[in-house]
């Protein structure tokens, strides 16, 4: 979930770690524990209805709540192509059930965290492996499969590998996309099978193994694309800044995600969103929703409430032009933020940033940055040390050449877009963030937030001008 670069911190010798506030320390990890406890036995009642594997904290419980129908409705299968709104039914969901009953051994969490998050799993002649969240989905939608077998045998294979599971699954539908259409042939893939889920498996074993095609085709859709030519361009239709994003078609513009996707500088939208609700809920479930809405930062949490208990079908409050444009920094600006503070304190983006109402969020950090370390935070300092991280991260991007052309989500990644629009929301966003008009961080914007050698590097290779600066 993360851009931490790390999976787990491995310490080993007899010594006694040091801890600012060993007495406190341990007293607030027993506070988050039973909030921990607390979530995890009462489901978010709008969000349980809506989005079930969400209603939890961690990351979505995507093994131990069978129904996602959330994502086999909402998300595009084959090569980020179609919606099907009718495949999750109850007859699907007890094959599901039953699937899960047979291949998973037991529910695991990472070390010392009671969540749960995955599941061992375990089918006969392909090995044991942990899986977890939405990659109990993404190989079954990209091939366009209905059987739920056919998601953990091939997980046991992308496991082993090392590949992700994201992305794998994109590029293997992309070429079966462009072998149907002509543009790869028996040529390029000779004895290439028919059938959908022996086609994954013989083009997952050729990238790995950088066999033929799979050569091309490990280097990712977008570059893939542009080798192989002959019009494959055309269908590299998903990509961001040169990477795979989740395969997500939908309706009508939202300005949050369209900024979100736009100037994120990860690669996946789930390293940038979180904690507010994607779907409409009733206004009872509003009402509820934002009576212990604790995490919501202080600056901005009666213009999040407000987004919340407003937003909804009337067209003054549906989107793209609901909420106004200064509550949709302020909303993508809470996002990014705590993803940057999970990111640099190595915390789990489930227990925070990424989850709803979760056990760590911005009023409580400072005090277990505090006990751990000693140096002393508040909500407000700690935020500006995430800008910081934010704006450096912005100012690398930048020195590599990131400009506002490259800040585009896929044409068709809402049917009905709003070309001028968006080119107002980038704007604003830039404003916001004190970047100038190609998303470049002013002179005054790095001096302010004591970064002032990053300006000088830019004007030095010409980035910034010292007049406009
Ligand atoms: S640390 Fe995070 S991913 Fe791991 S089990 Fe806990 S909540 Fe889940």
Redesign the pocket.
């Given at each position: 979930?993360g851009d931490k670069g790390l999976k787990a911190i491995a310490m080993r010798g007899t010594k006694s770690l040091n801890i600012y506030r060993p007495a406190e320390f341990v007293e607030f990890c027993q506070e988050v524990q039973r909030f921990i406890e607390y979530r995890m036995k009462n489901p978010l009642k709008g969000i349980v209805r809506t989005m079930p594997i969400n209603a939890y904290?961690?990351?979505p419980q995507e093994i131990k709540v069978v129904d996602d129908g959330w994502h086999t409705d909402n998300f595009a299968w084959g090569n980020a192509r179609f919606r099907r709104k009718n495949y999750w039914n109850k007859e699907i969901e007890k094959r599901w059930e039953e699937c899960l009953k047979k291949v998973c051994k037991r529910l695991?969490?990472?070390?010392n965290?009671?969540?749960?998050?995955?599941g061992l799993i375990s089918v006969e002649g392909y090995g044991t492996y942990v899986l977890?969240c939405f990659s109990r989905l993404t190989y079954l939608m990209a091939a366009m499969v209905d059987d739920p077998d056919f998601s953990f045998k091939i997980n046991a294979y992308g496991t082993e590998y090392g590949v992700d599971s994201y992305t794998t699954p994109q590029v293997i539908a992309f070429a079966i996309e462009l072998y149907e259409a002509g543009i790869l042939t028996d040529q390029d893939m000779p004895g290439f099978p028919s059938d959908p889920e022996s086609r994954f498996f013989w083009l997952l074993e050729k990238i790995v193994k950088r066999e033929g095609i799979g050569d091309i085709l490990a280097n990712g859709v977008y570059w893939a694309a542009r080798q192989i030519g002959r019009g494959a361009e055309i269908y590299d239709h998903n990509t961001i800044k040169k990477h795979e994003q989740v395969p997500i078609k939908l309706g009508v513009l939202n300005p949050i995600y369209f900024l979100m996707h736009a100037t994120g500088e990860k690669m996946c939208i789930t390293q940038i969103q979180g904690q507010i609700p994607q779907v409409l809920l009733s206004p009872e479930e509003k009402e509820e929703f934002i009576k212990d809405w604790i995490q919501l930062p202080s600056k901005y949490a009666e213009k999040i409430k407000e987004w919340l208990l407003k937003w909804g079908e009337a067209p003054e409050y549906s989107y793209p032009f609901w909420p106004p444009i200064d509550t949709v920094c302020a909303l993508v600006d809470w996002q990014e933020t705590m993803h940057y503070i999970d990111d640099s304190l190595g915390l789990?983006?489930?227990?925070s940033s990424f989850?709803y109402k979760p056990p760590y969020h911005i009023h409580n950090l400072p005090r277990l940055i505090y006990y751990a370390t000693g140096v002393e935070l508040d909500e407000e300092s700690l935020w500006e040390i995430a800008l910081r991280n934010r704006t450096l991260i912005r100012a690398i991007n930048v020195l590599r050449g990131l400009r506002r052309r490259d800040e585009k989500p896929p044409l068709d990644h809402w049917k009905k877009r709003f070309l001028e629009y968006e080119e107002k929301l980038l704007d604003e966003y830039y404003k916001f963030r004190g970047w100038n008009k190609e998303g470049i961080p002013t002179k005054e914007t790095l001096e302010r937030l004591k970064l002032g050698y990053v300006s000088k590097k830019f004007i030095e290779r010409g980035i910034l001008k010292e007049e406009e600066a």
């Open positions: 979930m904290i961690g990351i695991i969490s990472c070390y965290c009671p969540v749960q998050c995955a977890k789990c983006a489930g227990l989850a």
